[in-house]
């Protein structure tokens, strides 16, 4: 996948972008794609170009984001977030099963209400996933915005 196709408008009304995507096992390891490093190349080249684009890959998948935040929900499962954030593939996995017990008929299977949900957490969430507690520092340091003209 190749995420220079994410084209940034340079619309001056736009003034920064967050890309969050999955990470999907994409660590490097074994000399194997780097989603990180491609984030950052990203991040680099939009900064060039005098727009702003902040990136966090999510680890495995933004699922785990969703997930790390009902913790009491995820007991109630068994699973341990240990096993959540080494699982390779969660989306098919653990969360398959998260939201056949606590999704819904919605469009979406009750992703919406439940990141909502996640999210007035924000605290644990943050404690739990270390990389969106980089990125939230990120963004209150103004780290990556380009230089004012």
Same mark, same amino acid.
């Given at each position: 996948? #190749?995420?220079?196709?994410?084209?940034?408008?340079?619309? !001056?009304?736009?003034?920064?972008?967050?890309?969050?995507?999955? @990470?999907?096992?994409? #660590?490097? $390891?074994?000399?194997?794609?780097?989603?990180?490093?491609?984030? $950052?190349?990203? *991040?680099?080249?939009?900064? %060039?170009?005098?727009?702003?684009?902040?990136? /966090? =890959?999510?680890?495995?998948?933004?699922?785990?984001?969703?997930?790390?935040?009902?913790?009491?929900?995820?007991?109630?499962?068994?699973?341990?977030?240990?096993?959540? @954030? *080494?699982?390779?593939? !969660?989306?098919? &996995?653990?969360?398959?099963?998260?939201?056949?017990?606590?999704? %819904?008929?919605?469009?979406?299977?009750?992703?919406?209400?439940?990141?909502?949900?996640? /999210? @007035?957490?924000?605290? &644990?969430?943050?404690?739990? /996933?270390? *990389?969106?507690?980089?990125?939230?520092?990120?963004? @209150? $340091?103004?780290?990556?915005? !380009? !230089?004012? =003209?």
């Amino acid at each position: 996948m #190749s995420f220079r196709a994410l084209v940034i408008p340079e619309d !001056p009304t736009y003034n920064g972008y967050i890309l969050m995507p999955d @990470r999907d096992g994409k #660590s490097g $390891a074994a000399g194997g794609e780097n989603r990180v490093e491609q984030i $950052a190349a990203l *991040e680099t080249h939009a900064r %060039d170009g005098g727009r702003w684009l902040l990136g /966090c =890959a999510a680890i495995e998948e933004i699922e785990v984001w969703l997930m790390g935040g009902h913790p009491e929900k995820l007991g109630e499962l068994g699973i341990g977030w240990k096993d959540v @954030r *080494e699982e390779p593939k !969660p989306s098919v &996995g653990s969360f398959v099963r998260f939201l056949d017990r606590f999704g %819904d008929q919605s469009v979406g299977r009750g992703r919406q209400k439940l990141m909502v949900e996640a /999210c @007035r957490s924000l605290r &644990g969430l943050l404690d739990r /996933c270390e *990389e969106l507690k980089v990125l939230v520092g990120r963004l @209150r $340091a103004g780290d990556g915005r !380009p !230089p004012r =003209a």
